[in-house]
């Protein structure tokens, strides 16, 4: 089952720019908490960011992504948004966009995203490279 449709990936230059975007499908996004999360080769799948749903509100972000990465979301596409900035060597992964109805943002995210129900895009890789 297709949750979302993912893009916006692709090779970037160090201290480039790059938007993922993911649109969800068969359920409305603003209810749901949403997150991003990153898994580069060899390593566990990592939070990025965390967002609560529109009403509950809040945003859990790893240091990493502080400053560089910003999530959004526009209700009216039904579609979330990975702004990336300032992007390093390191920050290459393939990232996937989620959803979870759950209050507990830093709990989903600490556990990249490991939990029953989470709703997931399929992938987009993002190399960073000169």
């Known amino acids: 089952q297709v949750h979302f449709v993912e893009s916006g990936g692709g090779l970037v230059q160090p201290g480039g720019s790059l938007r993922l975007s993911c649109t969800a499908s068969g359920f409305t996004l603003e209810y749901y908490a949403i997150g991003w999360f990153r898994q580069a080769p060899g390593k566990e799948r990592e939070g990025v960011s965390c967002?609560?749903?529109?009403?509950?509100?809040?945003?859990y972000s790893y240091d990493f992504a502080k400053g560089r990465f910003t999530v959004s979301r526009d209700n009216a596409k039904n579609t979330m948004y990975l702004q990336m900035n300032d992007l390093k060597p390191e920050d290459t992964a393939v990232y996937y966009c989620?959803?979870?109805?759950?209050?507990?943002?830093?709990?989903?995210?600490?556990?990249?995203?490991?939990?029953?129900?989470?709703?997931w895009g399929q992938g987009t890789q993002v190399t960073v490279s000169s």
């Open positions: 967002v609560g749903s529109s009403s509950a509100g809040g945003v």
């Open positions: 989620a959803a979870l109805s759950t209050r507990d943002i830093e709990l989903w995210c600490d556990g990249g995203g490991k939990a029953d129900f989470t709703r």
